[in-house]
């Protein structure tokens, strides 16, 4: 039966450990951990000889501080020396409250136990301060915002007013322009235009030839059913045609001749009706009688001379005396040859038939008012 390798194992005293040659059977057991101190300085192993040729190797002396190694009979179970110190827990052990972690197995502990430091609040505090901030600052740009969209809105209010404002004080200036300017054209129409009212009239005035004797006539109101014109003229211009029982007399302008045909008279009031086959523009008379002072312009054809106008104003309107109707007085200068002709207002309006003239005097005209010739004959 082999030896164990123990305190028995038969080894010479004083041999080396590695030096196996004297166990029994030449076989040596299993080794024990190989613990080797660390020599001293200058120690050092040397090999000598020996008898048989075997090398045995000098054991350097233990170092101070050093425990001796253990017999030979304990080399199997004896455990490494350790520091002083707590006992290390089994791994995985849980570690005591308080106290340092395990240490892994097989390794020495690392000192007393040092907790971590703690983390600084400080530094945590940064993300939340900055979102605050952040929040803060949004918030005001989005108040002020507001605050200019609000006010930006009063101020659009308030311009949409002036302008509404302004608008209405344009269409009310604009209708007061609008009123004025028809005013100042009323008083232009009112205004006295001798050449305007003649150029309007002079087309429908025409000279009458009766007989030996001429005057004036003039075309008034609208055309006849068969297409002709009406005129109206004094009655002692046809007098001598009508008591000699002709009726043709002749209308002249511009070296056109027409022949016309008395149609009635009223040798009350001076005044004849003629009617011609030609077509002329009848003149407008006036709704209303005239008025002293009203200027008037009169159309005829003094002594023969066509186309001849004056001017003057209405110097009274006379009642009706005796067998005769009333008149109109002017002072615009008249001659034999006006006769029939148009007395004619600023409106480019009939308001008579000049008849005669004062002798002896200046200034002195008479007229038939127009309103007594139409309401005798019905043609205006």
Same mark, same amino acid.
């Given at each position: 039966?082999?030896?164990? !390798?123990?305190?028995?194992?038969?080894?010479?005293?004083?041999? /080396?450990?590695?030096?196996?040659?004297?166990?029994?059977?030449?076989?040596?057991?299993?080794?024990?951990?190989?613990?080797?101190?660390?020599?001293?300085?200058?120690?050092?192993?040397?090999?000598? &000889?020996?008898?048989?040729?075997?090398?045995?190797?000098?054991?350097?002396?233990? =170092?101070?501080?050093?425990?001796? &190694?253990?017999?030979?009979?304990?080399?199997?179970?004896?455990?490494?020396?350790?520091?002083?110190?707590?006992?290390?827990?089994?791994?995985?052990?849980?570690?005591?409250?308080?106290?340092?972690?395990?240490?892994?197995?097989?390794?020495?502990?690392?000192?007393?136990?040092?907790?971590?430091?703690?983390?600084?609040?400080?530094? =945590? =505090?940064?993300?939340?301060?900055?979102?605050?901030?952040?929040?803060?600052?949004?918030?005001?740009?989005?108040?002020? *915002?507001?605050?200019?969209?609000?006010?930006?809105?009063?101020?659009?209010?308030?311009?949409?007013?002036?302008?509404?404002?302004?608008?209405?004080?344009?269409?009310?200036?604009?209708?007061?322009?609008?009123?004025?300017?028809?005013?100042?054209?009323? *008083?232009?129409?009112?205004?006295?235009?001798?050449?305007?009212?003649?150029?309007?009239?002079?087309?429908?005035?025409?000279?009458? =030839?009766?007989?030996?004797?001429?005057?004036?006539?003039?075309?008034?109101?609208?055309?006849?059913?068969?297409?002709?014109?009406?005129?109206?003229?004094? !009655?002692? @211009?046809?007098?001598?045609?009508?008591?000699?029982?002709?009726?043709?007399?002749?209308?002249?302008?511009?070296?056109?001749?027409?022949?016309?045909?008395?149609?009635?008279?009223?040798?009350?009031?001076?005044?004849?009706?003629?009617?011609?086959?030609?077509?002329?523009?009848?003149?407008?008379?006036?709704?209303?009688?005239?008025?002293?002072?009203?200027?008037?312009?009169?159309?005829?054809?003094?002594?023969?001379?066509?186309?001849? @106008?004056?001017?003057?104003?209405?110097? /009274?309107?006379?009642?009706?005396?005796?067998?005769?109707?009333?008149?109109?007085? !002017?002072?615009?200068?008249?001659?034999?040859?006006?006769?029939?002709?148009?007395?004619?207002?600023?409106?480019? *309006?009939? @308001?008579?038939?000049?008849?005669?003239?004062?002798?002896?005097?200046?200034?002195?005209?008479? /007229?038939?008012?127009?309103?007594?010739?139409?309401?005798? !004959?019905?043609?205006?």
């Amino acid at each position: 039966m082999t030896a164990g !390798f123990g305190a028995q194992d038969g080894r010479p005293e004083g041999a /080396a450990p590695h030096d196996m040659s004297g166990a029994a059977g030449g076989r040596p057991g299993p080794l024990p951990p190989r613990i080797e101190p660390h020599p001293p300085a200058g120690a050092s192993w040397s090999a000598s &000889p020996t008898a048989g040729g075997v090398h045995q190797q000098a054991v350097p002396g233990p =170092r101070a501080g050093w425990s001796p &190694p253990p017999s030979a009979a304990q080399w199997s179970a004896a455990p490494q020396a350790t520091p002083p110190g707590p006992a290390p827990l089994p791994y995985g052990t849980a570690t005591p409250q308080g106290g340092p972690p395990p240490a892994p197995y097989g390794s020495a502990p690392a000192g007393p136990y040092a907790p971590p430091p703690p983390a600084r609040p400080g530094r =945590r =505090r940064w993300p939340m301060v900055l979102a605050t901030a952040l929040v803060v600052l949004l918030a005001a740009v989005t108040g002020v *915002q507001a605050y200019q969209l609000d006010r930006l809105g009063d101020r659009l209010a308030a311009t949409d007013k002036r302008l509404a404002q302004g608008q209405d004080g344009d269409a009310a200036r604009l209708d007061g322009l609008e009123k004025r300017a028809d005013e100042l054209e009323k *008083q232009a129409g009112a205004a006295f235009n001798p050449e305007a009212v003649a150029s309007a009239v002079l087309p429908s005035v025409f000279r009458v =030839r009766a007989g030996q004797f001429t005057g004036s006539a003039f075309a008034v109101g609208k055309p006849t059913s068969d297409g002709g014109t009406n005129l109206f003229t004094n !009655f002692h @211009v046809v007098e001598a045609v009508w008591e000699g029982g002709g009726r043709q007399v002749f209308l002249e302008r511009t070296d056109q001749r027409f022949p016309a045909t008395i149609v009635k008279v009223d040798k009350t009031n001076d005044v004849a009706h003629l009617r011609t086959t030609g077509k002329f523009t009848g003149l407008v008379t006036a709704p209303t009688a005239v008025k002293s002072g009203q200027q008037i312009i009169v159309v005829g054809a003094p002594l023969g001379l066509e186309d001849s @106008v004056t001017t003057g104003v209405v110097s /009274a309107l006379r009642s009706a005396q005796g067998s005769s109707g009333p008149t109109i007085q !002017f002072d615009a200068p008249i001659n034999p040859g006006n006769s029939g002709g148009p007395v004619i207002n600023g409106s480019k *309006q009939v @308001v008579g038939i000049a008849t005669a003239k004062a002798r002896d005097a200046e200034g002195i005209g008479l /007229a038939v008012p127009i309103k007594v010739a139409c309401d005798g !004959f019905k043609i205006c």
